[in-house]
């Protein structure tokens, strides 16, 4: 499976984008599909998830109410709409599947997911 991350960029602040994140191999009925983010020095932060056989998304509590997670399960892809954007939110984002994942697993484990994308960088100015 290949992770392939698209959509960011710079953007003011309260500025909104849309990250995507297209994953190869045959359509997908189970799993997880997730974001995460990292700053320089820092470790890699969940950020949202969503589950795929039956739709269930999960936030972190910096971005819920701003963010959403949304998948088009034909084409195994994964998209994240970013809206408010602070600079708080400049990282590069990184998106990941878990082909494990059971309901009740941890979503926000970055360890669970075995499949990762290759980053792409937000930068929100102020």
């Known amino acids: 499976v290949q992770l392939q991350a698209s959509g960011g960029g710079l953007v003011q602040a309260g500025g909104s984008l849309t990250l995507s994140c297209a994953a190869s191999?045959?359509?997908?009925?189970?799993?997880?599909m997730g974001w995460f983010r990292q700053t320089p020095g820092n470790e890699r932060e969940f950020v949202a998830a969503?589950?795929?056989?039956?739709?269930?998304?999960y936030y972190s509590a910096s971005v819920k109410g701003r963010f959403t997670i949304s998948r088009a399960s034909a084409r195994n892809t994964v998209y994240l709409q970013m809206n408010s954007l602070e600079p708080e939110d400049t990282a590069v984002y990184y998106c990941a599947r878990d082909t494990d994942y059971v309901l009740g697993s941890d979503v926000t484990d970055r360890a669970r997911y075995d499949y990762w994308g290759q980053g792409t960088q937000v930068t929100v100015s102020s």
């Open positions: 191999g045959r359509t997908f009925s189970s799993g997880v």
């Open positions: 969503i589950t795929w056989a039956v739709t269930i998304p």
